[in-house]
C-alpha cells in the first residue's frame, strides 16, 4: 500500500521524548525527571481552573489580553509586545516557521533544548550545533558559524539540560556583533529561580535592539506543565509576525485563568526560588559527596556526570528500584550523565540517599 511521503528530513527528527511519571510496579514515584515546579500548582491557580470549566463551551480570548496585561503588570512590561502560545514551545515553532526554512540556517548550541532542532528541522532550515565549551555555550564559535544564510539563533540561558548560565554582558556582546538581519531568541524558561547578580532575562536586551526576543513559561516555577502557556517578549514587527501566524485560539480558556490567577499568587515565586536556593546546593553537595560530580546549575536541576555511559544507565536503573526517576540526556549528547530536578525537602533527601547508595554498592 502506498503512502504519502513526508519532505526527506522529516523523517530524521528524532520525536521528543518527555520526561517519564509513572513507574509499574512502584509504590510510591518520585519525579524528577521534568523540571517541574516542587510546590505544584498555586492555590488560586486551582480555583480558577475550576472556575474555567464553566466556561470550557467559549472560545478563548483568542489575543489573552487580561494575561497579557497581567503579565505586562507583573514584570513591568508592555502588553503589547507581549504574544502567548500553548507553551513556549509553541513559539520556537513559530519563530522557526516565520524566520526560518529552506535556504535559511538555524544555529543553536550543541547541548541546547531538542525543539529548537525539530523545529528547525520542520520548518525546513539547516540547525548547526556550535560545540560548547564546559557544557557552557560558546559564543564566539557560535558568531564563527554565523554566515550570511543564518536567519535565527536559540540561546537558552540559563541552558536545560546543563544549567549553564551567561552573564547579561556577554549576550549583550554576542548580540551587538551579530548581522542585524539575524533573530535572536533568548529562551529564559528557568529565569524565575535564577539569583545571580550578572543575569538579565532578557528584558534589557529586547527593549534595546530590534532582532532579540525573550521567550518565558509558566510550566516551571508557576506550576503550569499541564496546562500549556508560554510568551515572549519582542519587538512590535515580531509581534506582528507572530499575530499573523500563531494559532487564533491557541490558549485555552483554562489555562489564560489559571496563569493570571498564578501571577497574583502572594509570594508564589518568591517562595520557589528561596527554595531552589536552598536545595539545589543540598542536591549537588550531597550528589558530590557520594563521589560524583555535578555540574554548576542555575536552574531547578543538576546535571550529574555519572563518567561513562554504562554508570549512567546503571545509576537510572538503581534509582528506579526506589521509584526516583530522573531524566537520560543521550538525546542532548550526554548519554554519560543524568538531569535531576530539585524536588521537595524530602526528595532530595530520598535522590541523594539513593546516589549515595549506588556508589556504595558500586565500589563493592
Known amino acids: 500500500m502506498i503512502s504519502p511521503a513526508p519532505r526527506p528530513e522529516i523523517l530524521t527528527i528524532h520525536p521528543y521524548i518527555a520526561g517519564e511519571s509513572e513507574l509499574?510496579?512502584?509504590?510510591?514515584?518520585?519525579?524528577?525527571s521534568s523540571n517541574e515546579g516542587a510546590f505544584g500548582v498555586p492555590p488560586s491557580a486551582r480555583a480558577a481552573i475550576a472556575t474555567a470549566a464553566e466556561e470550557a463551551y467559549r472560545y478563548p480570548d483568542g489575543g489573552a489580553d487580561r494575561l497579557r496585561a497581567a503579565i505586562g503588570k507583573r514584570w513591568g512590561l508592555d502588553p503589547t509586545r507581549i504574544v502567548c502560545g500553548a507553551g513556549s514551545d509553541d513559539l520556537l515553532y513559530q519563530f522557526c516557521l516565520s524566520y526560518g526554512g529552506p535556504g535559511r540556517d538555524i544555529i543553536m548550541s550543541a547541548h541546547g533544548f531538542s525543539i529548537?532542532?525539530?523545529?528547525?528541522?520542520?520548518?525546513?532550515?539547516?540547525?548547526?550545533?556550535?560545540?560548547e565549551r564546559n557544557l557552557?555555550?560558546?559564543?564566539?564559535?557560535?558568531?564563527?558559524?554565523?554566515?550570511?544564510?543564518?536567519?535565527?539563533i536559540f540561546l537558552a540561558n540559563p541552558n536545560n539540560p546543563t544549567g549553564s548560565m551567561l552573564p547579561a554582558e556577554e549576550v549583550a556582546r554576542f548580540r551587538a556583533a551579530l548581522p542585524p538581519e539575524v533573530l535572536l531568541v533568548l529562551d529564559s524558561a528557568y529565569a524565575e529561580y535564577v539569583t545571580h547578580p550578572a543575569y538579565d532575562a532578557g528584558t534589557r536586551l529586547v527593549d534595546a535592539t530590534g532582532n532579540t526576543v525573550m521567550t518565558r513559561t509558566f510550566s516551571k516555577i508557576y506550576g503550569l506543565g499541564g496546562m500549556r502557556i508560554g510568551w515572549c517578549y519582542?519587538?512590535?514587527?515580531?509581534?506582528?509576525?507572530?499575530?499573523r501566524v500563531r494559532g487564533p485560539f491557541n490558549v485555552s480558556?483554562?489555562?489564560?485563568?489559571a496563569a493570571i490567577a498564578a501571577l497574583a499568587e502572594p509570594g508564589w515565586v518568591e517562595k520557589g526560588c528561596a527554595h531552589n536556593a536552598e536545595y539545589r546546593p543540598k542536591l549537588s553537595a550531597g550528589v558530590e559527596a557520594a563521589g560524583l560530580k555535578v555540574w554548576p546549575s542555575e536552574g531547578n536541576f543538576v546535571l550529574v556526570d555519572l563518567g561513562t555511559i554504562e554508570t549512567a544507565n546503571a545509576a537510572d536503573a538503581f534509582l528506579r528500584t526506589s521509584g526516583i526517576i530522573v531524566r537520560k540526556v543521550g538525546g542532548y549528547g550526554l548519554p554519560h550523565c543524568l538531569r535531576v530536578t530539585v524536588g521537595t525537602a524530602e526528595e532530595v533527601g530520598l535522590v541523594v540517599d539513593a546516589f549515595a547508595e549506588f556508589m556504595r554498592r558500586s565500589r563493592g
Open 136 to 152: 557552557t555555550a560558546d559564543l564566539d564559535a557560535m558568531l564563527a558559524a554565523v554566515s550570511p544564510a543564518t536567519r535565527l
Open 116 to 131: 529548537y532542532y525539530i523545529a528547525g528541522i520542520y520548518a525546513g532550515s539547516r540547525v548547526i550545533k556550535v560545540p
Open 234 to 243: 519582542a519587538p512590535p514587527t515580531v509581534v506582528d509576525v507572530l499575530n
Open 253 to 257: 480558556v483554562a489555562a489564560q485563568a
Open 24 to 32: 509499574p510496579g512502584a509504590n510510591r514515584t518520585v519525579k524528577l
